[in-house]
Structure formats: C-alpha cells, structure tokens
C-alpha cells in the first residue's frame, strides 16, 4: 500500500508559546516531527511508497523533503486539510486504497501501522478511520477538535486513514478502528504536547 502524509499545517497553536516555524521542522529530541512519521513508514512492512503533501505555507519543509530520496513531495495548493489531500492523491495518480496520516504523530510505530493496514485489508468498507476514546485525550490533557459517539462511546480521530483512491471524489463509508493507544493519540500541537512526547521517548528506550 502506498502512504500520504499531510504536512501543509502552520501549527498555529505553537505561536502561543513563541513558536515562529513550520509545524512539520518542529524539533523533536532534535528531530523535524516529519522524520518520525517517515521513519516508521519506511520501517512498516506493508508500505511500499511514500508521498509527502505540502501547502504554499511550508515552503522550508518542502526544500527539506525535496533533498530526501526516500519520499516524493506532492506541492498543494492550500486548500485545507481534506482539499490539499484529495489533490495530492490525484496528482500521484493512487488509484487504489491509500494510507493518509498526519506529520505531527511522531509516537506512531511501524506496528502500528501494519495493523491499522491488516485491519482495512479484512474489511469490506471502502475506507478505515482510526480513533481512540475520549478518555485517552482527557488523560493526556489533549482538546480534540472533533468528538463522535459510536454506540455510546465518545471516540476522537487521530489523524490516520485508509481511502479508496479510485473513489477519492465520494463520501466513502468507513470502518471506525478504536485504538486505546496514547500513541496514536498524542498528536503535537503545543509545547506541552512535545515534552510529553519527548518523555514516553526517553520511556520507550528504557
């Protein structure tokens, strides 16, 4: 399956804390955000190419990306997150499902990803949406922008999809995976998001 990343976002709310940059070249343990996401792509046994999706308002990430040999840089627009997706998918001529995930979920694990891949590959739905429960956010102190109630569960998005690129023009009916996994869950939007990332790193080496 191939993979699309979604790193046209600003990350407005890093400019709270005196943040002045590109959300995807935010440093993580000295690290750009994009390279985690990268990396476990690369890592992931089911993925076999990646394609990274810009906006006119990270022109650094671009030049970043452009000098990779490893992904191949779709140049949006800027017409928003669901716009700027559909037009990359396009313009990389995916006409089969695809992995869509977000730059700034650098906890993310390549078994993690084989998972969410297996799981659409049992389904019947044309598209895959990961989620993880209400609680998960609240203990990490996260405000979700979006809540969904699936059978009396209050389920958040996290940012992970698969899709049908031959239906990309069309609401596709999707699976709903709930993963408890702080993982998939800390998305980084501020400072705290990313000292909180940095901790379960230094936690995961032991």
């Known amino acids: 399956m191939y993979a699309v990343v979604m790193a046209g976002g600003v990350g407005s709310r890093f400019f709270t804390d005196g943040w002045c ?46 000098a990779r040999e490893d992904v191949e840089v779709l140049p949006a627009p800027g017409l928003g997150y669901v716009g ?16 869509v995930v977000m730059s700034d979920l650098p906890l993310v694990t390549p078994e993690m990803i084989d998972k ?6 049992q389904r019947v739905e044309p598209a895959l949406s990961v989620h993880t429960p209400l609680y998960v956010c609240t203990k990490l102190k996260q405000r979700p922008t979006a809540v969904f109630n699936r059978d009396g569960e209050l389920i958040v998005p996290c940012g992970i999809n698969v899709l049908d690129g031959r239906l990309i023009d069309e609401e596709q ?13 800390l998305n980084v939007n501020t400072v705290q998001d990313l000292v909180r990332c940095e901790q379960m790193l230094l936690d995961r080496e032991g």
């Open 116 to 121: 969410v891949v297996s799981t659409y590959n």
């Open 84 to 99: 700027d997706m559909v037009h990359g998918i396009k313009a990389a001529d995916i006409r089969a499902p695809v992995l």
């Open 173 to 185: 009916p999707d699976f709903n995976l709930i993963l408890p996994d702080i993982e998939v869950a």
């Open 21 to 66: 940059g590109e959300k995807p070249m935010v440093k993580l343990r000295g690290i750009p955000l994009i390279d985690y996401m990268i990396d476990a792509l690369k890592r992931s046994a089911l993925i076999e190419r990646i394609f990274v999706v810009t906006s006119p308002s990270v022109p650094e990430t671009r030049e970043y990306l452009k």
